[in-house]
């Protein structure tokens, strides 16, 4: 547990942030719902365009067909809300159309825009609902298939789905896991890798200790799957993870969303 040393309620509620994969049966009301993605709506967004939405799926058929789409994650069907948070253009473009007003908002540019839009406004809702003592976990998954889930939640043109988020009343008590150093993501005024080793390395030590990765351990010999490295830590963890291309169906999808990429 992070020793506090602050009486900041705000900062301690982040400190105290989990993933929770294990929820109660009980549903949330729709008010609840709204008040948590009304906090969403309270973060920034560029130029106040509030490029994004949220689908909330609470029907037990489709969170069941998105927990297959997105690995087989079984906190997909336990939890009470799945929430789709989407890059969405669409919104603007159908209110150019209706003006027959000029839109070009299918560049790169436009898609991050969105996409941090989006964000943005899924931390704010995930900060709101763990003040509330709800529990959440957010599911990158979702792209994993996102051709799928486009069609199961009816997409339009424009709406991309960016992350996944269950949530509900946790029912789990999960470890903190450590991040890392502060000195290994903060520079001052220009960016820097001095002691990056050292500290990567004693990042390595505090994360071997919590014994997350006991039984996680990803070969780093893909024909020898029991081979596995005497000391396996987060840079082994992580190397492995980014050791072969994700999703490369995306770019397409994106296109045939709408978003150019020009």
Same mark, same amino acid.
């Given at each position: ?7 900041n ?18 549903? $949330?009301?729709?008010e ?5 993605v ?21 029907d037990?058929?489709k /969170?069941?067909? $998105?927990?297959? !789409?997105?690995?087989g @994650?079984?906190?997909? %069907? @336990?939890?009470p809300v799945f ?5 969405? =253009?669409? /919104? ?6 209706? =003006? ?12 991050? =825009? ?29 792209r994993?298939? %996102?051709?799928? =889930?486009?069609? $199961? !939640?009816q ?22 896991r450590?991040?890392?150093?502060v000195?290994?993501?903060m520079?001052w005024d220009t ?17 071997i200790?919590?014994g997350?990765?006991?039984?996680r351990?990803i070969?780093?010999?893909?024909n ?5 490295? @005497?000391?396996y830590?987060?840079q082994?963890? %992580?190397l492995?993870?980014v %050791?072969?291309?994700?999703?490369v169906?995306?770019?397409d999808v ?9």
């Amino acid at each position: 547990m992070i020793e506090f040393d602050t009486t900041n309620s705000t900062i301690e509620d982040l400190y105290k942030h989990r993933s929770i994969r294990a929820y109660k049966t009980a549903p $949330l009301s729709k008010e609840l719902i709204t008040q948590v993605v009304t906090a969403g709506q309270r973060a920034s967004t560029s130029s106040n365009l509030q490029q994004y939405s949220v689908v909330i799926i609470t029907d037990q058929a489709k /969170r069941d067909k $998105l927990a297959e !789409l997105c690995g087989g @994650q079984k906190h997909i %069907s @336990q939890a009470p809300v799945f929430m789709a948070w989407c890059a969405d =253009v669409s /919104r603007l473009r159908r209110a150019a159309a209706r =003006v027959n007003a000029p839109n070009e908002i299918g560049y790169v540019e436009n898609f991050l =825009v969105s996409a941090v839009d989006a964000a943005l406004a899924m931390q704010n809702a995930a900060v709101a609902a763990e003040s509330l003592g709800l529990g959440m976990c957010y599911i990158g998954g979702i792209r994993n298939n %996102s051709q799928a =889930v486009i069609d $199961l !939640l009816q997409l339009p043109e424009g709406v991309f789905p960016v992350s996944g988020m269950t949530l509900g009343w946790p029912d789990a008590n999960p470890i903190h896991r450590p991040r890392l150093d502060v000195n290994a993501i903060m520079f001052w005024d220009t960016y820097g890798t001095d002691n990056e080793e050292a500290l990567l390395e004693a990042y390595d030590d505090k994360m071997i200790e919590t014994g997350i990765y006991d039984g996680r351990q990803i070969p780093a010999d893909p024909n020898n799957p029991n081979a596995k490295p @005497q000391r396996y830590g987060w840079q082994s963890h %992580s190397l492995r993870r980014v %050791s072969a291309p994700k999703r490369v169906e995306m770019s397409d999808v994106l296109k045939k969303q709408g978003f150019k990429l020009k």
